[in-house]
């Protein structure tokens, strides 16, 4: 299993650009999802993915609920908030900026 | 908002706290046996899915910790179990804990009663517009009625207004009577007549110090304009309080004082408490009605009747030294036109010499001030010195504490105790104790100046305080020992937790950092022994001088006898026969009461103001201007009231009457100054002016007696008969045997079954009105006693704990030499000579401090000198037992040591 770092100050941006395509997660649905989606390149830390979650909570990104999964267990469900949209956003753009810049970087031989 | 529902949410958390950490350990139980399952799922075996699973998740324990880290609350829980550690740590070791406790209690609340009293005599600005802008003509310590000339001290009504009239200096002038008129009265409606405080001001007072009605209108000087024309009264907010109930109907209400009738227009603001510290009158009537208040006086258009303290706002811009410039000119101008003053060449040539000091009256003036600021001053270095031990005390006591505790903090830091985690523990328990301290501060600071400004007043109830706990203080000395308390709470917490940790553990009782905490603490009981030197040296002194007035010769007999205060000129009486008559009738009922010896009537006994004057005496040419006379109106039973001793002559007997030839009594003094030559009975002089040099001639000489205060030179005085001076005599004095309360209620009866009107106030033994004159010197010598005996307490603590310390740090050592064949005595003789030692460094630094510290007490000293080696000895050898015994405790239990146990001890 090949197994990527991830680039500083990410996780938040796929945590809520996850729950941004979903309804509403659990924990480890979100890790899952994210794992699937980068096709297993990018992994989430648990010990990374829960203090993000309660400083998302702090917030305001984030609301949870507790609900049922498909075996009936219980578990706490994220969903994005209006906020977390706006956040989204800021965080998208800010990461395309470092994005491009580091290509440029990269790309000026 | 998103930053305040942030904050909400957080607290959210904070109170949910035990439900948020199950919900998250479940959330992640959750996730773990999800894992779990997708890797069984995979194929994985079940036991190697649980272990990766558990391995992938991490520290459970550290993970959660993350988790509720992220809302920032983390600190709080540490608090909190520092708090609880810090409790059980103090109860564990009560004793010092209380000490510490009671220290900082003591420290704390003594300065700030101290100086919230200080404040209150001394420091405070009058409540009125711009204090800074108002001054006082002269000192404002006189009071009374002046006829000499010139008086830069006491006032003219005339005079004041020629000054107000022609000054350039001040925007206004006003004045206020000298003396509060202690009157009785009667409320409308009400039937008992009623003590009241009663103070004359011009118009102007009010408007000048800008004091505005809480109800009604102040007085104005529309109410000053015309003698005897408008009897309106100003009532004191408390008065109105304590006298009406703060009833609405106030300003519809009628005081009858007196035989006039008078309208209160107006409340006072309930800050205003009047222009003189101490002193509060419950009403203010204009002087020009002073003819109409009890007991008459008619000064209003009299420029000899110098009875007014004289005060102005400065203009804006004029300084203190431009108004003097001013003012001084215009005192001789005004002193030179005005009618009615005799300007005879002698004093014109006084009026010459004579000039006014203004004076700042922005914190009001006082004779309280006069009297206690001194004594003040002393306390509050005294009590500084107390905060001073204190602070060293709970130095002392942290620094054991923490030494004791170095192998505690090294097993804490081995199992992973973060050090900035135990200094900050070290940091709580060290605030705790300050802040709990100071709790206890402030309580007994608040109870301790009521009590002293209770003990300044001495039941004088004419006289009021405003005491308030000073706010500054409190929180300066407050600070002065969470400093204290953090600092060597701390400095041990640094040293302690940088030790090399094996070296520690090794050694078990921490004998690393021992030496160093050793000088330390050292130091600061040599230091404490010599504070408490000097405090015991005080207070020994100020004893002395207190045991050396109580045994003064007053020249009366104070024992045995009943003062009562009567009010005639209250009751209707005028200074005529009438007068004359109800003083001899009450004197000869009260004679006649079982166990009354005598009785007689006066203007005054002791400690409560003098008539005094210059006299002239027959067959000199210049008369004795220089000379001050105190005289005394009596009655014929006087002296044997008095038991003052007659010396030659006789005594007033009933051949004394209103036409008989007019006679006096003299002390011995005025015997002796003024009639040097022979035998002074049958020699002639009289008051106000040569041309009376033989109006009453001398038939007896009696002892000296002291008229204001026990520590007075003797005085020139001498006794007239009360039937050949018609005036009020307000004070009554009868020698009795037998029960004091008793007594004093069937002379009351008798005094009004002669006349039910009369009001009978101020009632006492002389015993105690002799005791109140000396009320500083005894605040002084109570006061700096307790103080001095705390500091031995406190420094007799630090031994012990000093002691008690290098005990058990030298418990080897003293089981080698006991094993060695060193006898118990020897022990106790090495740690008491330990002990020793440092008493005789704190005494050699003591000695000279505390001699120093006499020098400066000097004043307050009264027949012994501030070097009194029998002082500084008693001190020194009470410092030197008390210290003996506290360091025989220790040396006792180290004396009791088992050598074998001792040695094996690490």
């Known amino acids: ?109 | 908002m998103s930053k305040l529902s942030e904050i909400w949410r957080r607290v959210g958390m904070l109170v949910r706290g035990e439900v948020f950490a199950r919900e998250l350990e479940e959330e992640m139980r959750l996730h773990k046996d999800l894992k779990e399952q997708e890797l069984v799922a995979d194929g994985v075996d079940a036991r190697e899915a649980r272990y990766a699973a558990n391995r992938q998740f991490g520290n459970a324990m550290n993970l959660r910790e993350r988790g509720s880290q992220a809302w920032g609350w983390e600190w709080i829980e540490h608090f909190m179990q520092d708090v609880n550690y810090g409790v059980r740590g103090m109860l564990r070791s009560p004793g010092t804990t209380l000490v510490a406790l009671l220290s900082l209690a003591l420290g704390i609340g003594a300065n700030t009663a101290i100086f919230s009293l200080t404040d209150a005599v001394m420091l405070k600005s009058l409540p009125v517009k711009d204090p800074a802008g108002l001054i006082l003509f002269g000192s404002g310590l006189d009071q009374g009625i002046s006829d000499g000339f010139p008086n830069p001290e006491l006032y003219s009504y005339p005079f004041y207004r020629e000054m107000q009239k022609r000054n350039q200096v001040f925007s206004d002038v006003a004045a206020s009577f000298s003396m509060i008129d202690h009157v009785h009265g009667f409320i409308e409606g009400q039937s008992e007549a009623e003590a009241m405080n009663i103070q004359l001001v011009s118009g102007t007072y009010f408007p000048m110090l800008g004091v505005h009605a809480a109800a009604g209108r102040m007085l104005s000087e529309e109410d000053d304009r015309k003698k005897g024309e408008r009897p309106v009264a100003v009532v004191s907010y408390a008065w109105w309080t304590h006298s009406l109930a703060r009833d609405a109907s106030v300003l519809n209400k009628k005081l009858t004082i007196g035989p006039t009738v008078f309208s209160i227009v107006g409340v006072a603001p309930p800050e205003f408490f009047g222009t003189k510290v101490g002193e509060t009158p419950d009403i203010w009537i204009p002087l020009a009605m002073q003819k109409e208040i009890p007991p008459g006086w008619d000064g209003y258009q009299d420029s000899m009747f110098e009875s007014l303290h004289l005060m102005a706002r400065l203009k804006p811009g004029v300084t203190i030294t431009e108004a003097s410039a001013d003012s001084n000119l215009l005192f001789q101008q005004i002193l030179h036109g005005l009618s009615g003053v005799p300007l005879n060449p002698e004093n014109l040539q006084q009026l010459d010499k004579t000039r006014v000091e203004l004076n700042s009256m922005a914190t009001g003036f006082s004779r309280l001030r006069y009297e206690f600021s001194e004594p003040l001053k002393i306390l509050m270095s005294v009590v500084g010195l107390v905060l001073l031990i204190a602070c060293a005390n709970i130095a002392n006591l942290l620094l054991a504490r923490s030494t004791a505790r170095a192998r505690e903090l090294a097993v804490r830091q081995a199992l992973g105790a973060g050090r900035s985690r135990l200094i900050r523990q070290l940091l709580t328990e060290s605030l705790m104790l300050a802040l709990a301290g100071g709790a206890l501060g402030v309580a007994f600071a608040a109870w301790a100046s009521h009590l002293l400004s209770r003990m300044v007043l001495d039941g004088r109830d004419a006289l009021q305080l405003n005491v308030g706990v000073d706010m500054r203080l409190l929180l300066f000395t407050l600070g002065v020992s969470l400093a204290t308390a953090l600092l060597f709470g701390t400095i041990p917490a640094f040293r302690a937790t940088r030790l090399t940790l094996a070296d520690s553990l090794k050694e078990g009782r921490g004998q690393s950092n021992a030496p160093a905490k050793g000088r330390l603490a050292t130091a600061l009981v040599v230091s404490q022994v010599a504070l408490s030197l000097v405090l015991l040296v005080t207070a020994g002194l100020f004893v002395r001088s207190l045991v050396n007035l109580t045994n003064v010769d007053t020249g009366f007999n104070p024992g045995n006898v009943i003062r009562l205060g009567i009010d005639a000129s209250s009751a209707g009486y005028k200074e005529d026969t009438r007068l004359v008559d109800l003083y001899r009738r009450i004197e000869e009922r009260v004679n006649a009461l079982p166990g009354v010896r005598a009785s007689s009537f006066s203007i005054f006994v002791f400690n409560e103001g003098t008539w005094n004057n210059s006299i002239w005496v027959q067959g000199y040419l210049s008369g004795h201007r220089d000379v001050t006379v105190f005289h005394n109106a009596v009655g014929s039973d006087y002296f044997a009231t008095m038991g003052i001793p007659l010396l030659a002559g006789r005594t007033f007997g009933p051949q004394d009457t209103a036409t008989s030839p007019k006679v006096g009594v003299i002390g011995e003094t005025m015997a002796r100054t003024l009639f040097p030559s022979g035998s002074p009975i049958g020699q002639r002089y009289g008051h106000g002016g040569p041309e009376h040099s033989s109006d009453i001639e001398v038939i007896g000489v009696v002892k000296d007696v002291k008229y204001w205060s026990l520590d007075e030179n003797p005085k020139a005085g001498d006794y007239l008969p009360y039937t050949q001076n018609m005036r009020y005599l307000k004070d009554f004095e009868v020698r009795y045997l037998g029960d004091t309360a008793a007594m004093t209620s069937a002379i009351q009866q008798t005094i009004h079954e002669v006349d039910r009107t009369l009001p009978i106030s101020d009632v006492m033994t002389l015993d105690e009105q002799v005791a109140r004159s000396v009320t500083n010197q005894r605040l002084l010598a109570q006061l700096s006693t307790f103080f001095g005996l705390l500091a031995i307490f406190l420094s007799c603590v630090g031994i012990y704990g000093l002691m008690s310390f290098v005990v058990t740090r030298r418990t080897n050592e003293i089981g080698i030499h006991m094993a060695l064949g060193a006898d118990r005595g020897k022990v106790v003789r090495m740690v008491v000579s330990g002990a020793m030692l440092q008493i005789g460094v704190g005494l050699l630094i003591g000695i000279p401090v505390a001699l120093a510290g006499g020098r400066a007490l000097a004043h307050q000293l009264f027949g012994v000198k501030s070097y009194d080696p029998a002082v500084l000895s008693a001190a020194a050898g009470l410092l030197v037992i008390s210290a003996l015994v506290a360091g025989l405790v220790p040396a006792m239990r180290a004396a009791s040591i088992d050598p074998m146990n001792a040695l094996r001890i690490e």
């Open chain 1, 1 to 109: 299993m090949n197994r990527e770092e991830l680039l500083p100050g990410t996780l938040h941006l796929l945590i809520l650009k996850t729950l941004a395509r979903n309804q509403q997660m659990h924990g480890y649905e979100i890790a899952r999802s994210i794992q699937q989606i980068s096709q297993d390149v990018l992994q989430v830390e648990e010990g990374s993915l829960y203090p993000a979650l309660q400083r998302m909570l702090i917030k305001g990104w984030v609301k949870a609920e507790w609900g049922a999964t498909a075996e009936n267990r219980r578990a706490r469900y994220y969903r994005l908030t209006a906020a977390g949209r706006k956040q989204l956003e800021v965080e998208k753009a800010q990461f395309d900026r470092v994005i491009q810049a580091i290509a440029r970087v990269i790309q000026t031989a």
